[in-house]
């Protein structure tokens, strides 16, 4: 059975660089793409970007290249930076394998890790 | 940008109803739809992919149907467990893949 787990810090301070990290397990992530998703408090989702094992990436222009997604296949985790963070990043953020190419899907979630930025 | 409507924003229906969720696509996107339920304070959970497929281990009371701009979620007899807000989402442009901004079911 394939587990995400997100970890890192829940307290950021505005203009300085969120570092969060998605542990895989249960399952090699090699032959995967893996999905960044936010969702602000009482708001919806907002897909950030993804990554192919092979290190490849995709990333949601409207964060304006500040988003940057890497993969350590030695550990099977990925992780996401989003720099010059403001409160607007404030959300729960998941991690998620995606099966990629049009008819992909989102499975499974991590339980998501509540970020907030404030000073 | 595909942006994806869900109609209603919410709704409120009693245990054993059937209700319907519709989603419409700004530009065509085939059958590449995705639904999702979520529950407060829990992850969402994959309920139906490539518009009218029924993923492992989810009742069959969950069904979907649509293709081009216009998809339908349905549940044919709501029970207690499935009270959550449920979004669509698209993959059709798989360089920004993006969600409706969900559908909040509550019990009447």
């Known amino acids: 059975q394939v587990q995400l787990q997100e970890s890192g810090p829940g307290l950021v301070k505005p203009s300085e660089t969120l570092s969060l990290t998605c542990i895989v397990s249960?399952?090699?992530?090699?032959?995967?793409?893996w999905s960044w998703i936010r969702q602000p408090p009482g708001k919806g989702l907002e897909w950030i970007g993804y990554i192919y094992y092979s290190g490849s990436t995709n990333t949601n222009p409207s964060l304006k290249s500040r988003a940057t997604i890497s993969v350590d296949t030695s550990k099977n985790q990925f992780s996401l930076k989003l720099t010059s963070v403001t409160a607007a990043d404030t959300a729960v953020y998941y991690c998620?394998?995606?099966?990629?190419?049009?008819?992909?899907?989102?499975?499974?979630w991590g339980q998501g890790i509540l970020v907030t930025v404030s000073s | 940008d595909i942006q994806m409507t869900q109609s209603p924003a919410s709704l409120s229906a009693s245990v054993g109803d059937r209700v319907t969720i519709t989603c419409r696509a700004s530009q065509y996107i085939s059958s590449y739809l995705n639904w999702y339920q979520q529950k407060p304070g829990r992850a969402p959970k994959l309920l139906i992919y490539?518009?009218?497929s029924l993923q492992s281990g989810v009742p069959s009371r969950f069904s979907g149907s649509g293709s081009g701009t216009d998809f339908t979620l349905t549940i044919s007899s709501l029970q207690p467990e499935d009270f959550a807000t449920y979004y669509c989402q698209q993959t059709y442009n798989t360089l920004l893949i993006t969600f409706g901004q969900g559908t909040r079911l509550e019990i009447k």
């Open positions: 490539a518009a009218s």
């Open positions: 998620a394998r995606h099966s990629g190419g049009l008819a992909s899907q989102f499975d499974p």
């Open positions: 249960g399952a090699s992530i090699s032959n995967y793409y």
